[in-house]
């Protein structure tokens, strides 16, 4: 089993989509990492020895932000942009979607579940 940055990568998948299981890693980073070990793409995760997944470990340590890293940068990024009163920051802080979406009808996913209508009345039981 390869364990890279604190994920256990899963063992019978191919090693460009394995690397993709990891925070901050899609196809086309996985494709260059690849490229870089000169690893072949099609090996699975359980065929790499450990010369190979050093190599692997060493590339994502120097060269990437990944997993907890890029976590915090993308946290204080937001935070930067409340904090400085921008327009993004304010919608962030109101939790309304920040880049031009309408809200009056649409928006569920960032303002929440409909929200039910005060005062409605009931239906008389019989």
Known sequence: M???????????KRVEVALTYIYGIGLSSAHKI??????NPGTKITELNDDEIAKLRVIL????????DLRRLQSMNIKRL???NSYRGKRHRLGLPLRGQRTRTNGRTRRGSKRTMANKKKAPKK
Request: charge should be negative; hydrophobic fraction near 35%.
């Open 61 to 68: 340590d120097n060269n990437y932000q990944i997993e907890g």
């Open 82 to 84: 409340m904090e400085i």
């Open 34 to 39: 690849i490229t870089t070990t000169g690893i």
């Open 2 to 12: 390869a364990r890279i940055a604190g994920i256990d990568l899963p063992r019978n």
